[in-house]
């Protein structure tokens, strides 16, 4: 079956609420049917990005284990670790850096949001 655009448009959003509110299961159940695991929204944030900047550890830790990309940044430059740096959540930090994260990527850096709001890494 085919979406036509608005029909993807509304998966995107309700994936994306879902991965914001730690609905591991029902996030993995919409990789399960095809959605990209490094699927963006209209503001380029991805599963990711959302389930790190809102402490969701289980849900990040299943998209990282699904293969998402630990260093897509969002359309206003921002990482996933820079994300969970800026918010405290310092087990999704050690998650996304065992996993690989740049901590030199994107505005600001993980390494200088660390120092904005001292954060250890």
Same mark, same amino acid.
């Given at each position: ?41 209209? @503001? ?44 405290? @959540? ?10 690989? =994260? ?9 390494? @200088?949001? =660390?120092?904005?709001?001292?954060? @250890?890494?």
């Amino acid at each position: 079956m085919t979406l036509d655009p608005e029909q993807t448009a509304r998966v995107v959003a309700l994936a994306m609420d879902l991965a914001r509110t730690g609905a591991t299961q029902e996030v993995a159940e919409f990789l399960d049917h095809g959605l990209a695991v490094d699927v963006q929204d209209t @503001e380029g944030n991805t599963l990711l990005m959302l389930a790190a900047y809102h402490g969701h550890l289980d849900t990040a830790r299943m998209l990282v284990d699904r293969g998402a990309d630990v260093d897509l940044r969002n359309a206003r430059d921002q990482s996933p670790v820079a994300g969970a740096l800026f918010k405290g @959540e310092s087990d999704i930090v050690r998650l996304l850096v065992d996993a690989g =994260a740049d901590l030199d990527a994107g505005t600001p850096t993980a390494r @200088e949001t =660390a120092r904005m709001f001292g954060q @250890e890494i």
